[in-house]
Antibody, heavy 118, light 109 residues
Framework: QVQLVESGGGVVQPGRSLRLSCAAS????????MHWVRQAPGKGLEWVAD????????NYSDSVKGRFTISRDNSKNTLDLQMNSLRVEDTAVYYC???????????WGQGTLVTVSS | FILTQPHSVSESPGKTVTISCTRS????????VQWYQQRPGRSPTAVIY?????PSRVPDRFSGSIDSSSNSASLTISGLKTEDEADYYC?????????FGGGTKLTVL
């Protein structure tokens, strides 16, 4: 069965960096685009970034462009999100999600909480 | 563009409820709309994809549609059950960028 397991969340001070990882299993990772979606406490879902199946194309929301970098290692079936210059407003649960072969995101991880606070 | 949803809806068990998702600019039909259910403390799961298709595990009480005249998508849940109480999010695309609606809290009381 498809599993997506995020890790790397924690408490970090504003301006510092954090790297999230998502370990994928149960499907052919190299065939699918992958995404990061976040949810601030008590708020809605916000798409953050995505990466194509082969890592050749990346897209970012305006709120994180220039600060976050999405990457993947198809040999290890892992997806990463390098988050630099973190801001208080980046505080959220970060989910990795798999692109559906159709449209949308068909599998989500359990999420990892990032808290940016001094 | 933004996707606008009602903040909350409520209905009684056994009844039918419809949640709207209005696209602010551009045609609603230009990009597929998905709907996700998120129960408290859980990750989102898809209940509708490509406007009106249902994943096999989702009961046929859930249906989706789009209306070009109002430039909106709708999620309809019939025969409401208490287990349907959750937050529901519509989602579409702006080119390659994902766009989510603000979410609708469904209360079944």
């Amino acid at each position: 069965q498809v599993q997506l397991v995020e890790s790397g969340g924690g408490v970090v001070q504003p301006g510092r960096s954090l790297r999230l990882s998502c370990a994928a299993s149960g499907f052919t990772f190299t065939n699918y685009g992958m995404h990061w979606v976040r949810q601030a406490p008590g708020k809605g879902l916000e798409w953050v970034a995505d990466i194509s199946f082969d890592g050749s194309d990346e897209n970012y929301s305006d709120s994180v462009k220039g600060r976050f970098t999405i990457s993947r290692d198809n040999s290890k079936n892992t997806l990463d999100l390098q988050m630099n210059s973190l801001r208080v407003e980046d505080t959220a649960v970060y989910y990795c999600a798999k692109s559906s072969i159709k449209s949308g995101y068909d599998y989500w991880g359990q999420g990892t909480l990032v808290t940016v606070s001094s | 563009f933004i996707l606008t949803q009602p903040h909350s809806v409520s209905e009684s068990p056994g009844k039918t409820v419809t949640i709207s998702c209005t696209r602010s600019s551009g045609r609603i039909a230009s990009s597929y709309v998905q709907w996700y259910q998120q129960r408290p403390g859980r990750s989102p799961t898809a209940v509708i994809y490509e406007d009106d298709l249902r994943p096999s595990r989702v009961p046929d009480r859930f249906s989706g549609s789009i209306d070009s005249s109002s430039n909106s998508a709708s999620l309809t849940i019939s025969g409401l059950k208490t287990e349907d109480e959750a937050d529901y999010y519509c989602q579409s695309y702006d080119g390659s960028f994902g766009v989510f609606g603000g979410g609708t809290k469904l209360t079944v009381l």
